[in-house]
């Protein structure tokens, strides 16, 4: 296949109301496509929400962005990078997970992400909520056999312990349970974005304790984003590095569409900006979650959350 059979079918062509979506109108490539071996950052998409605590609907987030996200064009505006000329970019479509049985879809989702890692393929998840990126990150932990750092940009820690009673895993704890599993270095993870009432300072004693970096709001809006995303890119170092952003990261005046707003965050240009910044690093996979389609009546954040995947895919550009 030559180059151009891996670049979006331009608005030119086909107009971008019409045809059938896929992430970026990229090339579809499912499980069992010979194509698979050719590609080098697929696109995943895992509806699924049954680790929500309070509102669900992030299930419906996939097929929001790739409906969304038809109107995201080749050439990045700011930067003029063509990912998806440098790139073999796909979409390998969604993982089938149970919406009942917490177990089989969790294992559903780690076994779709290990076989695009058999074949050399970066992911970048699409949620679904937040306990989805637990699957990414122990199939990578096992394909890889180290840990390695994160950059995490969001409203939340996600560092409890399981909650109801310490026997269910949810959206609050992916990140904790990665730690303790031996998929994350803490001492090369960052945080920042994290605001608004909580339960107690647990996520982030447990945080400090075991070395995470954890810059909150305050000190965020303080010192400035540019200054944030230096000590991000800092702390990842020259190792791999995954990169996590929950959509709630952003104010709820420019994202509402999810299940756990909290107000106070970025912009959305600032927003964009933090990811921009991360251009360099060694990602080996990232993931855009939490956006709640139900939540969501102007379609805005499923367009913020498809630029959004964009300026990821442009930072994974080597």
Not at 90 to 102: I, K, L, N, R
Not at 147 to 167: C, E, I, N, Q, R
Not at 179 to 194: K, N, Q, S, V, Y
Request: aromatic share 8%; glycine share 12%.
């Amino acid at each position: 296949m030559t180059t151009t059979d891996w670049e979006p079918v331009s608005g030119a062509v086909l107009p971008r109301y019409a045809g059938v979506p896929s992430f970026m109108r990229l090339p579809y490539v499912p499980e069992g496509d010979p194509r698979r071996a050719e590609v080098d950052v697929g696109l995943i998409g895992m509806p699924w929400d049954g680790a929500t605590s309070n509102r669900p609907g992030a299930r419906h987030g996939p097929r929001g962005l790739r409906d969304a996200s038809t109107m995201v064009r080749a050439m990045h505006g700011a930067t003029r990078q063509t990912p998806f000329k440098s790139m073999r970019c796909a979409d390998m479509g969604d993982v089938a997970m149970s919406p009942v049985d917490q177990d089989d879809a969790l294992a559903a989702a780690e076994a779709a992400v290990a076989g695009m890692l058999a074949h050399d393929i970066r992911p970048v998840m699409v949620g679904g909520d937040h306990l989805c990126t637990l699957t990414v990150l122990r199939a990578l932990r096992k394909h890889r056999g180290e840990a390695f750092g994160l950059v995490l940009l969001d409203s939340h820690t996600d560092l409890y312990p399981p909650y109801f009673g310490g026997k269910t895993l949810t959206h609050g704890n992916p990140f904790r349970q990665a730690i303790e599993e031996g998929c994350l270095d803490p001492h090369r993870t960052f945080m920042a974005g994290m605001r608004g009432t909580s339960y107690n300072k647990e996520d982030i004693d447990y945080g400090r304790d075991k070395g995470v970096h954890i810059v909150e709001i305050e000190e965020c809006m303080a010192r400035g984003w540019a200054s944030v995303m230096e000590e991000a890119r800092a702390v990842a170092g020259a190792g791999a590095t995954y990169v996590s952003f929950d959509i709630d990261f952003i104010d709820p005046a420019f994202a509402p569409g999810t299940g756990t707003p909290e107000v106070g965050g970025p912009t959305s240009f600032e927003a964009l900006q933090c990811v921009r910044a991360l251009r360099g690093l060694d990602i080996i996979g990232a993931d855009l979650v939490e956006v709640s389609p139900p939540f969501d009546p102007s379609g805005g954040t499923c367009w913020l959350g498809a630029s959004v995947l964009f300026e990821l895919i442009c930072a994974m550009e080597r």
